[in-house]
């Protein structure tokens, strides 16, 4: 089957026939228009490539003599993991799998017999639930043949109620970081695995499904009198069951679940056991508080795509343009493996890396219009996550029920569309964070604020409407923004300069003038949604990051910086293999080289210390080329304080030079041999005047004799 990715608005229909009918007519061509809002996936049984493109034929209007229509084809060969066998050989009870592989069937061939075992389970699973039909098979020699037909379905002419769920859906990744937040602020327990039960407290025991999300339950218990109370959450992804509450009414739960259904087991997070749901990593620390990670995914992207180099920023801000030069290859291959890198970085910034968002973002933007640019990126991102490794996500309990907006813009950093940025935290947890492109092209910093604190207001509205539905009211929900122009827009309406974006002033100061909302100046400096909209600095992007209570781990500290060339830089650096410098954590290694004091070892170090702040080029053998560069609020004033070094010295050492005889002449015009009192520095300056002067008169000679008295010869010859 090949798969058919329609990227533009067209219309397929199947291309008439040269050959005759058999029964002479000549029937209307049945069109099928996948024109729509959003790109369709259109899938037809073809023997090859060729066969199918017969069937595609752009209609009048859809597309102009520049723009093409892109169409790529998905390939199952990429969800593979290549050498299983190799992989599986390797593991241990110190090393077991901590992610889910695909294995190709032509590679279970060759080793058919170990996997019958995992068949026939399989297949007695299916069985025990009825969900298939044992058929008779056919009689030696015969044959049958067997066509499928996959259809889209937009003109089966039923509704969405009728049509019903056609699909298996599953809880996002904010209603697991609200859930669990839930958790960590009663100390409750995460467990993986309409009905009724008794609880604990010998009440009635129910799950309510919620409004916002069909997916999310939660776990009501009524007493005796019939009060209704919430003691924990369910979520549902696909097969997967996550509990959240006190430990005695989820196990309660899960021994209704066990006697109901037949499950895997159920999991406990804990210090030694670590849960994995939706892609998480679920474990506590030494401390007792929640640690969520994503170890084991970014591992394994490590390994396939075999990242040795390091890196201490996941983005170059030499790459934040929109300009894309001429002739830039968007082959289907590069555009194929530009979007599939891009999705698996996106499956770690949703989750639990939020410090390469905004790289992502950049990423994603390029994929199709600069698909070498885009992939220079996720290899730029992936040797950042191979210098941070252990970066988690620590939840720490926090009482206070405040839904807190953080939201900034980059006003046009590339000429064109400013950048959003938008975090919204419940109890100090981060549940959300977005970093996008503006909708329209905004004229100052202030319409990019305002723009961007609407955005992030319905995200927020979103977040404070699902945990009403969960029956949490948030005491306040604050909205911090670092710029005042936008407050006071958004307070008390614009002005005529700003009437285009009338609209969100008036929703925002109605939002802002209620009781629930409360729009409050925060500083830059502490503007927690400043790394979604630029790239900062390594330190800066950390110190924020501390405040999302997301952190680094051990493994950031870098045993080897390794800084490869640049493509275009590869023929220059031909000979240079490597260019690395050694670090430590605790007792680095200094090596200290002695010179000799005066101009010549001063100006030196002004050159070993210049050399340190450069950034250095180098050539890796073998690997991806990423140059990793540097990159430091420090670099400027650095070199700053070295020049002014540099010339302090070189003044200094003019004036010993050129200051010599004057310093000489001044020794002997005022030492007396007549022990005389010593000039004055009045009498010395005419002195030094008198002795410039080539062609002195009498009265002139005479005054520098009594100036100088007896001794005149000897300043007369050093002059």
Sequence with gaps: MIVLWIHRRIALHPVESDEPRADGGNPPIPEMDFRGGIPRLAMMCARDVNDLM???????????????????????????TPNIEDIVSKVSPESPLKVTHTVDPREVLPVVDVWVPAMEAELAALDKM??????????????????????????????????GDVYSAGATIDLVRICLAEKNAHKGNVTTASARWRSPNGGEMRIVPCVTDENLHKLVEIDSSGKESIVGYILFYVDDTLAVGPPEYLHGFFDWLEATWETSGREVVSKDTTVRFLGLELSMTESGNLKIAQPGYIDELLRKRQVTGFSKVPFMKEWATDEIPENVDTSPELIKEAQQRCGEILWTTQRTRPDAAYAAMMMARLTTRWPERAIQIAKKILCYYNAAKDAAFVIEPQQEAKLVLYTDASHSPAGTKSISGSLV???GVAICWRAANQSLTALSSAEAELIALSEGAQLLRSVKTTLEDMGIHPEMCEL???????????????????????????WLSELVNSDEYQLVHQPGLHQLADGLTKQLTSERVWKLMEAWNFFKGNSSEMKKVTINVAPSDEAAAASITQATVATTSREPNVAITHVHEGTLGRCIRALIGLGMVAGVLGAESGGSQVYTGADSDYELWIAVILVMITTVLCCEWSKKTAGGVKKAIKLK???????KQKLSKSEGKELLSLLNKGDRSAEQDARLATLVGPCVKGVAVLA
Aim: one cysteine or more.
């Design 54 to 80: 017969k069937f595609v034929e752009v209609a009048e209007g859809e597309t102009s003599e520049e723009d093409d229509v892109r169409m790529m084809k998905a390939s199952p060969e990429n969800i593979y």
């Design 130 to 163: 009825a969900a298939i039909k044992r058929c008779k098979g056919l009689e030696p020699g015969k044959i049958r043949r067997k066509v499928r037909c996959v259809a889209c379905g937009n003109l089966s002419g039923e509704s969405a109620e009728e049509l």
């Design 425 to 427: 935290l419940w109890k």
């Design 480 to 506: 911090r923004v670092d710029a005042t122009a936008a407050i006071a827009v958004a307070s008390s309406g614009g002005s005529w300069r700003t009437r285009h974006l009338r609209l969100r002033e008036h």
């Design 669 to 675: 015009m005022l030492s007396s041999s007549t022990g």
